[in-house]
T-cell receptor
Framework: AQRVTQPEKLLSVFKGAPVELKCNYS??????LFWYVQYSRQRLQLLLR??SRESIKGFTADLNKGETSFHLKKPFAQEEDSAMYYC???????????FGTGTQLKVEL | SAVISQKPSRDICQRGTSLTIQCQVD?????MFWYRQQPGQSLTLIAT?????????ESGFVIDKFPISRPNLTFSTLTVSNMSPEDSSIYLC??????????FGPGTRLTVL
């Protein structure tokens, strides 16, 4: 069965420091990977998806099929980046999402 | 994009009772889903709400416990039946018009005493 692993429940960094939120997946087919974010008192929203190969709010994520990873990165963390981040997997050809357990990012001044 | 609202936003219920959660989308969406997020855990898909037909449930979830309706493309309900404290959770509705982007509701926080 497919699985998404986010090993860190909490990641604390200083403002201006680089950020890397880890995500690994297990799936034998062709997955589609997403990052969702939930800011304080807001609803869950899509941050980015691997097929778009885009940078959103300075964040990027590259799908590494060899390492089965989809880590989220940002070179310089900002205070407004503090939020809960979820990695999600969609099976190829399907429409259901499997979520990781989430990583709480805290950016300190 | 789609804006999704849920009612109620929270509720406290007695064990053995049932609660129906409503999900309203401001535009027509092809897919609607219901998720559960138990304390400290990730989102778990309960079922896909199918318009005009029975919902498709994930392993571990059954219709008798979580009956779902979707009478049209913009509205769905999830009922949590015969509740126990283990059903205390946040219940989330999501919807989308394509298979890539899902929009989420604000969630319903349920506490069962």
């Amino acid at each position: 069965a497919q699985r998404v692993t986010q090993p860190e429940k909490l990641l604390s960094v200083f403002k201006g420091a680089p950020v890397e939120l880890k995500c690994n997946y297990s799936y034998s087919g062709s997955p589609e990977l997403f990052w969702y974010v939930q800011y304080s008192r807001q609803r869950l929203q899509l941050l980015l998806r691997h097929i778009s190969r885009e940078s959103i709010k300075g964040f990027t994520a590259d799908l590494n099929k060899g390492e089965t990873s989809f880590h989220l990165k940002k070179p310089f963390a900002q205070e407004e980046d503090s939020a809960m981040y979820y990695c999600a997997l969609k099976l190829g050809g399907g429409n259901k999402l499997t979520f990781g357990t989430g990583t709480q990012l805290k950016v300190e001044l | 994009s789609a804006v999704i609202s849920q009612k109620p936003s929270r509720d406290i219920c007695q064990r053995g009772t049932s609660l129906t959660i409503q999900c309203q989308v401001d535009s027509q969406v092809t897919m609607m889903f219901w998720y559960r997020q138990q304390p400290g855990q990730s989102l778990t898909l309960i079922a896909t709400a199918n318009q005009g037909s029975e919902a498709t449930y994930e392993s571990g979830f059954v219709i008798d416990k979580f009956p779902i309706s979707r009478p049209n493309l913009t509205f769905s309900t999830l009922t949590v039946s015969n509740m126990s404290p283990e059903d205390s959770s946040i219940y989330l509705c999501s919807g989308g018009t394509d298979t890539d982007t899902q929009y989420f509701g604000p969630g319903t926080r349920l506490t069962v005493l």
